[in-house]
């Protein structure tokens, strides 16, 4: 048997895919959690950067004006294919009747320079992104059922906007969240340093780029991986990680399900499981409330404070000011990298005793 990955994107889909190894070790690491020995039984990836024609992968590119085609401008009046969206179903063609009907998964990796946008909206990402799963489904012969997409949720962008960066990832949750379109959020990318380069010219690789690191970039190849194993836990060989699991992986990370004020300026908050069993106690800079907000009916965010582990699935958020009424809770909320007073992002998450961070619908 042969489970594929198409992998699409940017830069950072470049780096993944050509340079730190994060691709090959997210395949090889599918193999593992399903017991397949990479011969007779394996994971292959999908993926060109380099053609003249058939990519998968365009650096500096924006899905929404260099892959795509707004109708008139106006993406209300739907879209047409751009020389890029036309390189990739060039190279989904290419590929052998045989191939094309394997099970394959669609790892994306689109948001850095759509993130700069401010006028962005939920709306306008996820009518782009159907219209796209529309062609490549169609190209491979396969249903929605059948070809999953796998969302990097939008990595924090140095040059995108919160608006931006929030619109994509509200979109890839509500796509999510549509049994029908089927779809995942393969990774969250908040706990990131950004520091493959030297962006001031001093001779030092700066936190907070357009990059992710090599580090970074095995992170979320790592929580990639759990996504897809979850996905193709049908295929799961007796005695393999994901069967001795009972078919479940902890590919999610625990949930935010419940917030209630405590006190005029505390939350109490509590989190479901995936497959995981208890919250990680915090390190400085998650302890500090780093990345929690909340945002009041003015739209006005007020930042957290302080975060303590009070159970085995509870948290209690303190603000620096009385809740405004009303307010919803934001983790990462916008750009909302988990960046510490050293500059550095990873370990800085609240995170499950898989190592899998929290999130917040």
Request: charged letters at 15%.
């Amino acid at each position: 048997m042969e489970l594929n990955i198409l992998l699409r994107g940017q830069s950072n889909a470049f780096l993944l895919g050509e340079y730190n190894g994060g691709a090959q070790a997210m395949a090889a690491k599918v193999e593992s959690l399903l017991g397949f020995d990479g011969v007779n039984d394996k994971v292959s990836l999908e993926y060109s950067s380099r053609s003249d024609s058939a990519n998968t992968v365009f650096s500096g590119t924006s899905f929404l004006k260099d892959w795509l085609d707004a109708k008139g401008g106006d993406w209300q009046g739907g879209w047409t294919v751009g020389e890029l969206e036309q390189s990739l179903l060039n190279f989904v063609a290419d590929l052998s009747a045989a191939e094309k009907a394997e099970p394959t998964a669609v790892v994306w990796l689109h948001s850095e320079y759509d993130s700069g946008d401010s006028g962005l909206t939920p709306a306008e990402f996820e009518s782009a992104v159907r219209f796209d799963a529309g062609l490549v489904r169609q190209a491979f012969g396969q249903s929605a059922a059948s070809l999953p997409y796998l969302f990097v949720s939008a990595i924090p962008y140095s040059q995108g906007t919160d608006e931006g960066h929030q619109a994509i990832r509200t979109a890839m949750e509500g796509l999510a969240a549509d049994p029908a379109f089927n779809a995942r959020i393969a990774a969250r990318a908040l706990d990131t340093d950004m520091n493959f380069q030297d962006i001031s010219g001093d001779g030092l690789v700066d936190y907070g780029g357009p990059h992710q690191s090599n580090e970074d970039g095995q992170q979320t190849a790592e929580r990639i991986a759990a996504s897809l194993a979850q996905t193709w836990a049908q295929y799961a060989k007796p005695g393999s990680p994901v069967a001795l699991a009972g078919g479940l992986v902890d590919d999610l990370g625990p949930q935010v399900i419940a917030a209630t004020a405590v006190a005029g300026n505390q939350l109490a908050v509590k989190v479901g499981f995936d497959a995981a069993h208890h919250l990680l106690p915090l390190d400085a800079t998650a302890a500090a409330g780093v990345g929690w907000s909340v945002t009041g009916s003015d739209g006005a965010a007020l930042e957290a404070t302080g975060a303590t582990v009070t159970g085995l699935d509870t948290l209690l958020l303190t603000f620096g000011a009385p809740l405004p009424a009303g307010s919803l809770l934001n983790y990462g909320h916008g750009y909302g990298r988990l960046e510490a007073s050293d500059g550095t992002g990873r370990g800085h998450a609240v995170y499950d005793d898989h190592g899998m961070p929290v999130w917040v619908q």
